[in-house]
Nanobody, 117 residues
Framework: QVQFVESGGGLVQPGESLTLSCIAS????????MGWYRQDQGKQRELVAS???????DYADSVKGRFTISRLNAKNTVYLHMDSLKPEDTAVYYC???????????WGQGTQVTVSS
């Protein structure tokens, strides 16, 4: 069973940048569509960016033009580079295979991103 470890979160001011990393272990993700999700307190988890097997990205409207998703298959890793961060980007960020988004127990611990002045 694949496991994910997310890292790179932190406390930043509005307008600053962060890059998140998601390392998968236990199974290769090279043939999987991958996604970065986020969940703020009291809200549902939402998909903010996804990347296909060929590397084609897709973004939620709320992050389009500010976030960039990428993958490095040799390292079984997916990244999320976030620019021009806003307070509303504050959330715990998770990665997962798109096909497992409804699978209990498939999520890692996530990494907290807090945008505040």
């Amino acid at each position: 069973q694949v496991q994910f470890v997310e890292s790179g979160g932190g406390l930043v001011q509005p307008g600053e940048s962060l890059t998140l990393s998601c390392i998968a272990s236990g199974s290769s993700i090279n043939r999987d569509q991958m996604g970065w999700y986020r969940q703020d307190q009291g809200k549902q988890r939402e998909l903010v960016a996804s990347i296909g097997i060929s590397g084609r990205p897709d973004y939620a409207d709320s992050v389009k033009g500010r976030f960039t998703i990428s993958r490095l298959n040799a390292k079984n890793t997916v990244y999320l580079h976030m620019d021009s961060l806003k307070p509303e980007d504050t959330a715990v960020y998770y990665c997962n295979r798109l096909r497992d988004s409804q699978t209990p127990g498939s999520w890692g611990q996530g990494t907290q991103v807090t945008v505040s002045s």
